[in-house]
């Protein structure tokens, strides 16, 4: 587990979503810290000649092993 600090702006924007989708707020933020980081593991990926295209550790529904 990590735990984080964010500005209460932003756990208030969590917030109002989470109640908007039906989710809760944890779920949704680490979806976006995945998705998130899929993003960067693709652009740097994409910045390495011969490397894969599959990015290994932010797969969904897989942990590090």
Do not use: C, T, W
């Not at 917030?15 to 989708?21: N, P, Q, Y």
């Not at 693709?42 to 529904?61: M, T, Y």
């Amino acid at each position: 587990m990590v735990l984080i600090e964010v500005p209460d702006e932003l756990a208030s924007q969590y917030d109002e979503l989470a109640r908007s989708v039906g989710q809760e707020r944890n779920a949704l933020i680490r979806e976006a810290l995945i998705e998130h980081l899929e993003d960067i593991e693709d652009i740097a990926i994409a910045r390495e000649p011969g490397k894969s295209r599959e990015a290994p550790f932010a797969r969904r529904g897989e942990e590090k092993s």
